[in-house]
């Protein structure tokens, strides 16, 4: 199996999945599976060194999880097998300029839900037993550690990180900062724990949907590293109702619409939210890699970036249009409160759910 950059043994069997990728790799930054299996990851760093060698992407690690589990807990466990077997490693950016981390991950489904940790091949897994919880681009498990690598613990003893004596705190240990203060300093990790707690015990899809288009937060990002795409998901604890997964496909989620996405049998491709791919010509497969930039914009993409620049230039025309969107935001949303609320789906309507959403977001662009 190709993955990004290396090759790997592919399973016999693999589930379907919907991902949010960035278009130039083979992995994802976030998804779901069949099975209702939901993974996102983030970028964090560490006393562990990053090497330069390429091996598998954390995003490619999300992808090969979200494959090969029909459950949270089975997810991880490919994650880690798959990290402790050929590494973490390469370029995460479409750039000669070279970007790496070490990566976290969450893992949900409809029973239960763990954050997953890493550096270098090291790694802690927390089950989260109840309440909110969130990540961001920092170590967040500190002394509650579910599963662990058997070695993490004498590894830090042997770099002098840990005396072996008093309780082991993972973030403590393994962060350049002092975690003492993390969940009290305004960086979105803390902003985004916040903006959960604030709801706890009444997080809908919509208030969700709020908390990823908050810019004061540092959540929805700005600038070079602009939020490009968005996901939020619904796992219902009951198995006869449907996971439903709403994703934008568009950057900047306050001028995006969150489209609802069900797994049912015979769903094709989504092809309007699809980029173009290039085959052995892609400049990620050649070598030196990155030599050029292909246009890899699929065609919702081209023309929610023509809209965006209406909606923040022209007053009259930008404010309907946003107001079109949220609309039909609102219109979907109310689609699935009822799909849940009354158990009941129509097959032959939802196999093209996401891309019917996607035809009617163009008509207003």
Known sequence: LQCTYITIEQVEKTHAVVLSRPAWLWGAEMGANEHGVCIGNEAVWGREEIGDDEALLGMDLVRLGLERADTAEK????????????????????????????????????????????????????KIEGGVRNISNQLSITTKIDRAHPELKEYAKSKGWWDGEKEFDFAATYSYVNTARMTTSRGRYCEGYKLLNKHKGSITSEIMMEILRDKESGINMEGGFMTTGSMVSVLPQQPNLPCIHF??????????????????????????????????DDPVKKQPRFQNKPDRRHELYKKHESAAVVMETIEGQGKEMLKEIQELEKQKISEMESV????????NHVVNLFSKCVEEELKIY
Request: proline residues 5%; charged residues 15%.
């Open 75 to 126: 997810a991880l466990t490919v994650i880690v097998d798959l990290l402790e077997k050929y590494g973490q490693g390469g370029n995460c950016m479409e750039s000669q300029m070279v970007f790496t981390y070490h990566n976290s991950f969450l893992i949900a489904d409809r029973k239960e839900a763990w954050v997953l940790e890493t550096s270098g091949k090291y790694w802690a897994a927390e």
């Open 247 to 280: 994703f934008t496909g568009t950057p900047d989620p306050a001028r995006s619409i969150f489209k609802p996405f069900i797994f049912v049998p015979n769903i094709t491709q989504l092809l309007k939210t699809s980029s173009p791919t290039f085959g052995h």
């Open 340 to 347: 849940l609320q009354n158990g009941c789906l129509d097959i």
